[in-house]
């Protein structure tokens, strides 16, 4: 059976891309077939696999002028289908067309049955690329800084899923929220313990801490394990990896 599960903050900058690309390295290197979808026009995760410049990207499939998603091989198991900043040209257009709405879903109907884990790293808005990742998905992965104000907001996250449950997705759930940038500072410390204390179950016990091999590997456009196998890093993503097969 396919998981395919979207990574969603509309805050910017909690770790989204960051967790669609380290968490599906490592679903890989557990020996399931992974795809991972960029559906945000800064293509931070094409980049960091180091695919940029493209020809064909999830852009066409959605201006609809190939019928297929292009898929790039990155190794085996482990495959990306890359995005380009063309995505926010198209953007308007799409608003106007209801059927806009479901097109990642029928794109990903076709190939779905190829892999165990898609992800979906969506943008830092709640705009229609957003709506097509949560149409699609089985699942949403909600990450959060652990850092002050950060909790503001996920009730507009709940909501939109809860609207997309009620009319157009009723498979949706939450995986769990991802506390991400952890640290030792009574902040980070606070913030761990509030959302524990609000959300409990849905929380993953894994954290991932704070740690500058991540910032290092995405500005050598590479994942965590092949960067620092090590690290912190590579650690708290890996155990996350086996949280979610448990
Ligand atoms: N655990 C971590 N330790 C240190 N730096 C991190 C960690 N996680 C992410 N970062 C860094 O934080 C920045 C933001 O991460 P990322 O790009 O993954 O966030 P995002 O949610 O995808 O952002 P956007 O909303 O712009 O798409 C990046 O520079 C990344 O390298
Ligand atoms: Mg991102």
Redesign the pocket.
Known sequence: MTQIISIL?H?????????TLNLGKALSMLNTRVLLIDL?A?A?LSQSLGIDDEPETIAESFSQKRKTLPIKQISETFHLVPASLDLSAIEPGLYANINSYFLLKSLLDQIKEQYEFILI?C??SLGIFTQNALIASDSVLI?VQAQFLSLRGLDTVYNLITSVREKLNDRIGIIGLLL??TNNTRISKGIVESLRNSFNEKVFNTT?????A??EA?AHRKDIFSYNPESY?AIDYMNLAKEILL
């Open positions: 903050n805050k910017g900058g909690t770790a989204k891309t960051t967790t945000d800064q931070n790293d943008p830092p990450t991400t940038q991932i801490r704070q740690n500058v991540i910032a995405s890093g």
